[in-house]
């Protein structure tokens, strides 16, 4: 597969990796994703509060929620097509769609904050 596409409901922020109290699959979810990034692997993530016109100009997830409704989100496309609705899709399966190998894409991300301290 060439592209993955994952729209998700609406959140506070663009990842939903936010407040007190963090949705562990939302920052697996992220962190798998920026790992297919950095793999080179086109993959992109929509949210409904801050892409809506993403979710009217893709008429699959269009179609789909008009069909179902919004409990199909988060909705995977690959290709085109619709792979997965309902929930993320795990690791195994970015896995098998990208071609990226699930040690790549399940690797802990490791971050850096910087402190600017002024004297």
């Known amino acids: ?23 562990q699959e939302l920052i697996r979810i992220t962190g798998a994703v920026g790992n297919l990034r950095k793999n ?27 069909d179902e409704g919004m409990s199909v989100l988060p909705a995977t496309i690959a290709d085109g097509k619709v792979v997965k609705k309902g929930t993320y899709p795990t690791n195994q ?4 769609w990208s071609g990226v190998s699930i040690d790549k894409i399940s690797k802990k991300q490791q971050f850096q904050i910087k402190l600017n301290v002024s004297k």
């Open 93 to 96: 399966e970015l896995a098998d």
């Open 40 to 66: 080179g692997f086109n993959i992109s993530r929509f949210n409904l509060t801050s892409d809506p016109a993403a979710f009217v100009q893709n008429q699959a997830i269009h179609d789909l929620l008009e």
């Open 1 to 23: 597969m060439e592209r993955i596409q994952i729209f998700e409901p609406a959140m506070c922020c663009s990842t939903g990796v936010c407040g007190p109290s963090v949705d």
